[in-house]
């Protein structure tokens, strides 16, 4: 079965950056997009951009451009986000998700970061 | 970018009730249109794909319709476990920006 394990919460101060892990299993890791969507705590859903696991290309919300950094690494069907230059409303639960044959399709998703900044 | 107005931001219902939530696109994105339901503390789960695809083990009673910038998320008698929040995001280009999001409550 489709299985997206994230790594754990991270506590960082403003101006520091964060890199989250989302470990996928179950699947050819190669075939499918990934996305990753945050959610400020009481907030809705905020896409942040997507990435293509064979290849690495991606593209990124407007919004995160030049602070956002995704990756992927087929050796260990594993994506990264990196986001930087951290700020107080960067507080939020970061989700990777997975597309179906639609890439926008989120059919999978993982269990969820929680990433608290706070100085 | 697609903007996605979606109303009513919160809706109260009771056990039983039809609803109808809407999503308005700022431009035509044909049957581009995905629902999500957010139950607190868990993560999103996709409802809809296409505007009106049910995703596999959906119940029934849920139902999206609409094409070009009109989208309408229907429950069609409503069951404990479904007062939750609803999600509406456009899939026609990126960035895939999700609607508000529409609080059910129980009445």
């Known amino acids: 079965q489709v299985q997206l394990v994230q790594s754990g919460a991270e506590v960082k101060k403003p101006g520091a950056s964060v890199k989250v892990s989302c470990k996928a299993s179950?699947?050819?890791?190669?075939?499918?997009?990934m996305h990753w969507v945050r959610q400020a705590p009481g907030q809705g859903l905020e896409w942040m951009g997507i990435?293509?696991?064979?290849?690495?290309?991606?593209t990124y919300a407007q919004k995160f451009l030049g602070r956002v950094t995704m990756t992927s690494d087929t050796s260990t069907s594993t994506v990264y986000m990196e986001l930087s230059s951290l700020r107080s409303e960067d507080t939020a639960v970061y989700y990777c998700?997975?597309?179906?044959?639609?890439?926008?399709?989120?059919?999978?998703w993982g269990q969820g970061t929680l990433v608290t900044v706070s100085s | 970018d697609i903007q996605m107005t979606q109303s009513p931001s919160s809706l109260s219902a009771s056990v039983g009730d039809r609803v109808t939530i809407t999503c308005r696109a700022s431009?035509?994105?044909?049957?581009?249109l995905n629902w999500y339901q957010q139950k607190p503390g868990k993560v999103p789960n996709l409802l809809i794909y296409?505007?009106?695809s049910l995703q596999s083990g959906v119940p029934s009673r849920f139902s999206g319709s609409g094409s070009g910038t009109h989208f309408t998320l229907t429950i069609s008698s409503l069951q404990p476990e479904d007062f939750a929040t609803y999600y509406c995001?456009?899939?026609?280009?990126?960035?895939?920006?999700f609607g508000q999001g529409t609080k059910l409550e129980i009445k």
């Open positions: 998700a997975r597309g179906a044959v639609v890439p926008a399709n989120l059919a999978y």
């Open positions: 179950g699947y050819t890791f190669t075939s499918y997009y």
């Open positions: 990435i293509n696991p064979s290849g690495g290309s991606t």
């Open positions: 431009q035509s994105i044909s049957n581009y």
């Open positions: 296409a505007a009106s």
């Open positions: 995001q456009p899939t026609y280009s990126t960035p895939y920006t």
